[in-house]
């Protein structure tokens, strides 16, 4: 059935040249309360680039988000089995999203902590060739609704993102990104807590251009439901950052873990050895048996290095056929959903 859209504000409707399709997905696990503040701040028509599609993702809610997107004329609304966790629905939304045909593919929070009316910035820069990704950055250095700790782990996070990807992004973790079709086909979120800080490794290791711009962002409407508590965010992002490091630079993570274990066993071997020279190995045996095992512990470390870069280099071949199929699927699948009406309901 197709929904008309209903915009409450014309200012958002622009002249259209392009002709992109754009499709703005919005992970939802009950948001019925939120999603028509977030759907009516959504351009109808982006100036230049073309005309917007929305799709909403329910990851099985209790509450009446899908008949609020239905009421409030969301063009495709994809439907998990089930409670999945947001990484898995936002896997789901880019994959559904390339079958419709999407160009650029922009995803937003469901509780409208951004303002819709920053889309047209993060779509233009993919529209205009200039980059692959582009990250809406809220200034959590300056924005008003992030506490003092949260911009201290903001910058820390942004600092070991961009150690590990290359990507300079003040505002790693934000949820407000457009992604270019062919970006979009290479996105295989593997980790279940954080596809935001992995997407951005990824990207980095796959050389795509990502820029940030500043964009706005609204007082929070209630607590963040992925991050209830501060331990609980840190030690999400480090599990992803620790996975994403043996994932994709399984050489240099254990080869740098390898090396530093053979040096710290060596110390007490070379003082085993000292004290044998002069005359008193009596009663250090103990240092000799730890050196010993910490060498030999380096050693399979560094073995491991190389056993998991032929690993990698199989990854990365997998990862390029995977692309390969998902592009001839997610075009077949256009071809087929032009020739069907525009408006959609699915399930995983
Ligand atoms: N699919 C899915 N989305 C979720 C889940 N929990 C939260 N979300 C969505 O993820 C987005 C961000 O959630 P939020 O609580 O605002 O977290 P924060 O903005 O990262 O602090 C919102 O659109 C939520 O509806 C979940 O369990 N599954
Ligand atoms: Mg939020």
């Not at 099985?60 to 239905?70: N, P």
């Not at 469901?110 to 950055?137: F, M, T």
């Not at 053979?262 to 071997?269: A, E, F, M, N």
Request: proline share 5%.
């Amino acid at each position: 059935m197709n929904y008309p859209i209903r915009l409450t504000d014309d200012t958002r409707t622009y002249s259209c040249g392009m002709n992109l399709k754009v499709i703005v997905q919005i992970p939802c696990y009950n948001e019925a309360k939120t999603l028509p503040a977030v759907l009516a701040d959504i351009p109808e028509i982006i100036e230049g680039v073309g005309p917007v599609e929305i799709q909403v993702i329910d990851d099985g809610s209790d509450d009446d988000t899908i008949e609020v997107a239905r009421r409030h004329g969301v063009h495709h609304i994809l439907q998990q089995k089930g409670n999945k966790g947001l990484a898995r629905s936002f896997q789901a939304g880019i994959e559904h999203a390339l079958r419709l045909g999407a160009d650029i593919i922009v995803n937003t929070d469901g509780d409208n902590q951004y303002c819709g009316r920053s889309i047209p910035d993060l779509v233009r820069p993919i529209a205009e060739k200039r980059a692959d990704i582009v990250l809406g950055d809220r200034r959590p250095g300056e924005s008003p609704h992030f506490s003092p700790f949260k911009r201290l782990l903001q910058r820390v996070g942004s600092r070991l993102v961009r150690a590990l990807s290359g990507i300079d992004a003040s505002d790693a973790v934000t949820g407000f990104r457009a992604y270019s079709r062919d970006s979009a086909l290479s996105i295989t979120v593997m980790t279940r807590f954080s596809y935001t800080v992995e997407t951005l490794i990824h990207a980095g290791q796959r050389g795509l251009t990502v820029i940030s711009v500043p964009v706005e962002t609204n007082a929070p409407t209630r607590p963040s439901r992925l991050a209830p508590s501060k331990r609980h965010f840190v030690s999400r992002q480090v599990v992803t950052m620790f996975r994403s490091c043996l994932m994709y630079r399984p050489l240099r993570t254990f080869l740098i873990a390898g090396i530093a274990m053979s040096i710290v066993g060596l110390v007490p071997i070379l003082r085993f050895l000292w004290f044998y020279a002069i005359g008193a190995g009596d009663g250090h045996v103990q240092s000799l048996v730890l050196g010993g095992v910490l060498l030999l512990a380096g050693y399979f470390t560094v073995i491991v290095a190389f056993l998991s870069d032929i690993v990698g280099t199989n990854r990365k071949l997998t990862e390029e056929t995977l692309i390969r199929l998902r592009r001839i699927e997610a075009e077949r699948a256009t071809r087929v959903s032009a020739a069907n009406a525009p408006a959609t309901t699915d399930h995983d």
